[in-house]
Nanobody, 124 residues
């Protein structure tokens, strides 16, 4: 399984970005997908997840601003990010887990495969 993330960039506070992640090497619909981010000097943190059934999870820090979705026909998961803030600046990673997500949907160890990351920089 390989994951290819794209869509990052440099934007101003209040702007929007949409990240994409394409899975190859296996049947996409069999995987739950997640987005994480890592800022310099900080641990990788959970951003959003979507199960094989379309259920979603997100922390309070991004609820109402970020939306995760998936397109099983395109083997892709998306992260629509609105009202971006400087504190959203990080490298964003997509991740995949075969089957359903369990209670640890927010934990990096719950995911089997990771993409290479895409940089998001939000200026104030």
């Amino acid at each position: 399984v390989q994951l290819q993330a794209s869509g990052g960039g440099l934007v101003q506070a209040g702007d929007s970005l949409r990240l994409s992640c394409v899975l190859s090497g296996d049947t996409f619909r069999r995987y739950s997908m997640g987005w994480f981010r890592q800022a310099p000097g900080k641990e990788r943190e959970f951003v959003s997840a979507i199960t094989i059934n379309g259920g979603t999870f997100a922390p309070d820090s991004v609820k109402g601003r970020f939306t995760i979705s998936r397109d099983n026909q395109k083997n892709a998961v998306y992260l629509q990010m609105n009202m971006l803030k400087p504190e959203d600046t990080a490298v964003y990673y997509c991740a995949a887990k075969g089957g359903l997500l369990g209670s640890y949907y927010y934990a990096t160890f719950a995911y089997n495969y990771w993409g290479q990351g895409t940089q998001v920089t939000v200026s104030s």
